[in-house]
């Protein structure tokens, strides 16, 4: 751990240091404050009715919430490992004094706390909903813990994908299609018979969920799904790290 924490606060800083990094930032909040804004004005029009206060559907099945999640996750991760690869930096810190699993995991931290930063901005919308009318802080909460979970599980993926090649556009897009997949496995509930069949699909579906967090409950199924899938890439991750020391 005491290893971890300098590589990490290296890979943290390198996204400050990068002019992706920023974009991916400007995108991001501009994006969010459109959709706070419109959600805003449906929620103020009164010939709209829907259920759920501004935050709930901010954190709900949206289309912005599969864009940002699929999106930002992979672009945050394509350069971490297939960048050093393309590089050949990758081989000298396998010759530090540092094991595989503390390289990738201070990656994913590095990756993770960014991800953290980027929605840090958005309580601004907390304290303006806070300030105009009484706001019920547990959906909110919940919410962005479970963005946070989901986050973690995404950018594992992105890291697996990273480590696989050395072009960071191929890293990219396989882990957008891949999170994409994941997204729609939800689907597969309704089209398929039988009570284990529905009941694996109901599991694996990231909308699914998340409907609990974006309502205020927190379960313990999402939370072995979200954190058991990303050890497991991560452990994946690390397999395929060691394996550059036998090409």
């Known amino acids: 751990m005491v290893k971890i924490a300098p590589l990490f606060a290296k890979e943290l800083k390198a996204y400050f240091y990068s002019p992706i990094a920023y974009v991916v930032l400007v995108v991001f909040l501009a994006f969010n404050s459109f959709i706070f804004s419109v959600l805003m004005i449906v929620l103020n029009d009164p010939r709209m009715t829907i259920d759920g206060s501004a935050m709930q559907l901010y954190f709900g099945r949206t289309i912005f919430?599969?864009?940002?999640?699929s999106i930002v996750p992979a672009v945050i991760t394509m350069r971490l490992i297939a960048e050093e690869r393309r590089a050949g930096t990758l081989e000298v810190?396998?010759?530090?004094?540092?094991?595989?699993w503390e390289l990738v995991l201070s990656k994913f931290l590095g990756a993770w706390a960014f991800f953290a930063f980027l929605w840090l901005p958005t309580l601004l919308y907390v304290a303006v909903l806070r300030w105009y009318s009484p706001l019920d802080l547990g959906p909110v909460a919940s919410g962005y813990?479970?963005?946070?979970?989901?986050?973690?599980?995404?950018?594992?993926?992105?890291?697996?994908?990273?480590?696989?090649?050395?072009?960071?556009?191929?890293?990219?897009?396989?882990?957008?299609?891949?999170?994409?997949?994941?997204?729609?496995?939800?689907?597969?509930?309704?089209?398929?018979?039988?009570?284990?069949?529905?009941?694996?699909?109901?599991?694996?579906?990231?909308?699914?969920?998340?409907?609990?967090?974006?309502?205020g409950i927190v379960d313990s199924r999402p939370l072995v799904y979200y954190l058991s899938?990303?050890?497991?890439c991560l452990f994946l991750t690390v397999r395929v790290v060691e394996s550059q020391k036998w090409r």
């Open 65 to 69: 919430l599969y864009l940002v999640l």
């Open 93 to 100: 810190l396998m010759t530090a004094p540092v094991t595989d």
């Open 145 to 215: 813990l479970g963005t946070l979970l989901i986050g973690a599980m995404f950018i594992a993926i992105g890291l697996l994908c990273s480590a696989l090649t050395r072009n960071q556009i191929i890293a990219a897009v396989v882990s957008y299609l891949l999170v994409t997949v994941i997204w729609i496995v939800g689907v597969f509930e309704s089209l398929v018979s039988g009570p284990l069949a529905k009941g694996i699909f109901s599991y694996l579906s990231v909308f699914q969920h998340f409907d609990g967090f974006s309502k």
């Open 229 to 232: 899938s990303a050890a497991l």
